[in-house]
């Protein structure tokens, strides 16, 4: 049986606890391996291996430092099959989605590691003679990371790259789901000269590793991806603590289609961004709002192509839905189906949990389509994580848009519509943090800032640029070369 142990100070560690967990495959049931199931004492480790290798790390160039997330990038390159095939064992998403994923962190390393030769700075005319002004981002330091399953090397990425080439040293706790892709992402950065320390993977619970980490004084800030709830507990606990703390969390993201949109093209958009990942991105489409004119031609389209999405293993190429992450989920997706019926919902697809043919030894969800759905519905205001999704009829985009912004989350959002006027309104109106026009709600570039508005965030972003400002502390520096003391606002007054 495969064993996953801690990595810290650049050693592969069992953990104080000695004691390890079942890692199993969501479509099959299999017992992948074990992983270790660490304890408070180990965070102190990985802590103090962190602040060492920090002092040192700080200290070398930028561009230096980005030369490891070339041979980062480099290493993905060579490993994206088998990274990819990790992924879809662990957590279920189809093959070809898991291959999109390792390329968005072979993508971000090339990115950030060209970040090492900018790392831009101001710098501005001081207002007095003979006087410098400048401004550069220095590293905040060590920084917690606490991750979820249904990205688990995409989301680790956006947050390891950027803070590593801005000269942090990370303390990271995976989603207890994925462990064994957050053990090989490590292996990587190992095989690609990492200096000891500055990466240390401690796998346990989110209540012991996940609040060990949060609670540490010298954790200086926290980077946090995954739900709503747990967030804001984080956020509490944190806060407290004056650190840092970056939240991405939920959606309920809603495709829009206007009467005069290409409705095929709208298809192919929410079928991809409700049914892929089995539903399970933080960005999947679970509301579609549609214009009344052309709602009964877009449940028949729609109804047509969810009878041929495949169901099963991802790991057989010719699957479109894989399973969802485990049995707690399924049944979960289950209640909220038996809500939405009693809330009033007409269900037009799916609905159940699948067993036939051998599917009852993962946790398989039907795709499913409600129809008839209400703004205020639970099932058009919680987050459901499965593959269900609603529509929503409206008579405007003016109603659309109302809609749209009725939820208490803000990821993605997306509208097809031919007329630009309509789409430049929509563009402005969306209350996300991302907005596509004529394509689904998934499908961020890793170089524009990623997160969202209201309950998903709490204002930071995640990879682009953007991501260097949670990493990165600003210093303002001022030379002055005048031989005199000169009073800024009274002098020059
Ligand atoms: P989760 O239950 O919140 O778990 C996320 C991480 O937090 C896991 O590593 C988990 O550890 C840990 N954790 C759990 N309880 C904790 C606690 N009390 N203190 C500290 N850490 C704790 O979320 P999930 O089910 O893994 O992921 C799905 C959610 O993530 C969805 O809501 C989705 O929308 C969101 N998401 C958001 C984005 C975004 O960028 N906006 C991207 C992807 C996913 P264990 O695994 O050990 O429980
Ligand atoms: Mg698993």
Redesign the pocket.
Known sequence: MKRYLNYINGEWVESSSKKYAANTNPATGEVLGEVAQSTQEDVERAVQAAKAAQKSWRLVPAPERAEVLYRVAQLLKERKEELAQTITKEMGKVIEEARGEVQEAIDMAYYMAGEGRRLVGETVPSELRNKFAMSIRVPVGIAGF??????PIA?ASWKSLPALVAGNAIVW?????TPFIAAEFVRVYEDAGLPKGLINLVF????V???A??DHPEIDLIS????????K??NERAGGLLKRTSL????KNAVTVLEDADLDLAVDGIIWSAYGTSG????ACSRIIVHEAVKEELETKLLARIAQLRVGDGLDESIDVGPV?NRSSLEKIAQYVHIGVEEGAKLLAGGEILTENGLDKGNFFAPTLFTDVTADMRIAQE?I?GPVASIIPVKSLEEAIEVNNSVAFG?SSSIFTQDINKAFAAMRDLDTGIVYVNAGTTGAEIHLP???TKG??NGHR?SGVAALDVFTEWKSIYVDYSGKLQRAQIDNN
């Open positions: 606490i991750t979820p399953w249904n990205f989301i706790k995976p989603a207890s789901e346990g619970s989110g209540s590793v996940g609040n980490i949060v946090f991806t995954g739900s709503n709830e747990v967030g507990q984080i991405e969390m939920g959606g399970q991105r933080c960005t992450i987050e994580f990821l990623f997160g969202g998903t965030g995640d």
